[in-house]
């Protein structure tokens, strides 16, 4: 598995869009401690969040965006439970893994969260998991953010409540990368 470092210079190069290039290292930092939660393969998880968007410098298609990244990523030799769940996240198939359902959610819960500190002085470290509970009923704010996707979250024995402290606690440690 390639290092985070490698993963964020592979973004860097392939996204030349700043705010999506943090959406990404948002999503590794998330999935990082979602690994953890799920006793899985930690590195596989983060670098497959840093990665999970990987083709969109170059397509904004849905009918592409998935498709792109996960054929780039196969012949970068990268395993096939990662390119599984980049397709899986762009609705080419259902999400049946663990990885594959918590990417999917994990995404979305980043965008709610990004939302969040941005009404809040832009700083994550003014944001509380009760703030984003509340929002998180609010369906006009963050519209783009799917609930029902973060609610996902539901289906692997994670509460609603925990996964959006998880999510706001991962998010914070990388703050300084997310400049927020
Ligand atoms: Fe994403």
Redesign the pocket.
Known sequence: MITRTEAIDLIRQKVPNEN?CR??IA?GAIMKALSVKMDDDKDLWEITGIL??ID?GVTEDPMQHGRIGANWLKAEGMPLEMTDAILA?AGHSECKTNLEILLMAG??L??LITACALVMGKKLANVTPKSIKKRFKELRFAAGADRNAIKMCEKVGIPLDEFIEQGLIAMQSVSDELGL
Do not use: R
């Open positions: 999506l959406h990404m999503v999970h968007d969109l996240h995404d979305q980043s965008g």
